[in-house]
C-alpha cells in the first residue's frame, strides 16, 4: 500500500517525499541554535514548506556524535510548542525526532504525525506511548549511544546486523500495538558506523527495501561526506544530493534534508524519469 496517513494527512509513498529538518537545539552538527526562537523557526518552516517540503522533522535533542544528553522536560519544552505552533500555521505533516515517551504522547497531542526515533522506540514506555497514538513511527538504527557512537564501531556483517536488527524491531513493535503499515525503517547513516560501513549500507540499501517497508534516508551534510570529498560542513550539498540520488534508486522514499528545493527538484525529476518505464 502507497498511502501512509500521518494524523489528519496522507502521503502516497510511492513518490519521493523529503523531510525538512528543523533543530530547536543549540549544539546540533549544521544548524545549532539557529531556530531556537519561535518566530525564526516558522519562518523556516515556511520556507521549506514553500520549497516543497511535505513532512517537517521538529528535534529537541541533538544526537550527533558526541552529543550531550537532553532531559524528558526540556525536551518537551523544546519541541511541543513548535510542534503546536505548525500545525495551527501550516498544512504539513509534522515529525517529532524524539526517544521519549512524554514527548511523543504530547507530540501527538497537538498534532504530529510521525514519530521519528533514532533508538527505535528502545527507551523505557517509548514503544508503548507510540502504539497508543496509533501514528506512525520511523525506527533507526544506532549502535551505542550519541555520546559515544562514534569511538569504536564494530559488525560482524553490517549490512546483514542493521538491516536484521531494524526487521526484528519492526516485528516487536508490531507485536507491542504499532500497526504494520505504520512502519518507516532508517539504517542510521552516521549513528554509530565508519566510512566504509556507511557505504555498504548504503550500496545494499534495496535489501532494506525489499523488507517491504518504507525506507528513509538521512545523510545531508554528514561526515560521511566530508570524509569521502574531503569538504567542510557547509560544502556538502552535492554530496548530499549524491547519496539520497543513490538511495532512491535503491527503494528509498522520505529524505532528511538541510537543503529542501534542490532534493525536491532532483528527486521530482528521477521519479518523472522512472515513471516512464
Do not use: W
Amino acid at each position: 500500500m502507497s498511502e501512509m496517513r500521518f494524523g489528519d494527512k496522507s502521503l502516497d509513498l510511492s513518490l519521493p517525499h523529503i523531510m525538512g529538518i528543523l533543530n530547536v537545539t543549540p549544539d546540533s552538527f549544521s544548524d545549532g541554535g539557529l531556530y531556537v526562537n519561535l518566530d525564526t523557526a516558522l519562518k523556516h518552516v515556511e520556507s521549506m514548506i514553500m520549497d516543497g517540503a511535505t513532512l517537517i522533522d521538529v528535534g529537541g535533542e541533538s544526537t550527533r556524535p558526541g552529543a550531550a544528553a537532553v532531559s524528558e522536560l526540556e525536551e518537551v519544552d523544546r519541541v511541543i510548542p513548535v510542534v503546536e505552533a505548525i500545525k495551527q500555521r501550516f498544512d504539513v505533516v509534522v515529525s517529532i525526532d524524539t526517544s521519549q515517551s512524554q514527548v511523543i504522547l504530547e507530540g501527538a497531542a497537538v498534532g504530529a504525525g510521525l514519530i521519528n526515533d533514532v533508538r527505535a522506540l528502545s527507551k523505557e514506555g517509548a514503544l508503548q506511548a507510540a502504539a497508543k497514538t496509533q501514528l506512525p513511527v520511523c525506527l533507526m538504527h544506532m549502535q551505542g549511544a550519541p555520546n559515544t557512537m562514534q569511538e569504536n564501531p564494530n559488525y560482524a556483517s553490517v549490512v546483514e546486523d542493521v538491516f536484521g536488527y531494524l526487521e526484528r524491531r519492526a516485528a516487536e513493535c508490531i507485536e507491542s500495538g504499532v500497526l504494520s503499515n505504520n512502519i518507516i525503517l532508517d539504517p542510521g547513516i552516521g549513528f554509530g558506523k565508519t566510512k566504509n560501513h556507511n557505504l555498504m549500507l548504503l550500496n545494499q540499501l534495496h535489501k532494506l527495501a525489499s523488507l517491504n517497508f518504507p525506507v528513509l534516508v538521512g545523510a545531508s551534510r554528514k561526515t560521511l561526506i566530508g570524509d569521502v570529498l574531503g569538504r567542510s560542513v557547509d560544502e556538502r550539498l552535492f554530496g548530499s544530493l549524491g547519496v539520497h540520488a543513490s538511495s532512491f534508486e535503491r527503494g528509498a522514499c522520505i529524505f532528511r534534508v538541510h537543503d529542501v528545493k534542490s532534493h525536491v527538484e532532483l528527486l521530482t525529476m528521477m521519479s518523472r524519469i522512472k515513471q516512464e518505464c
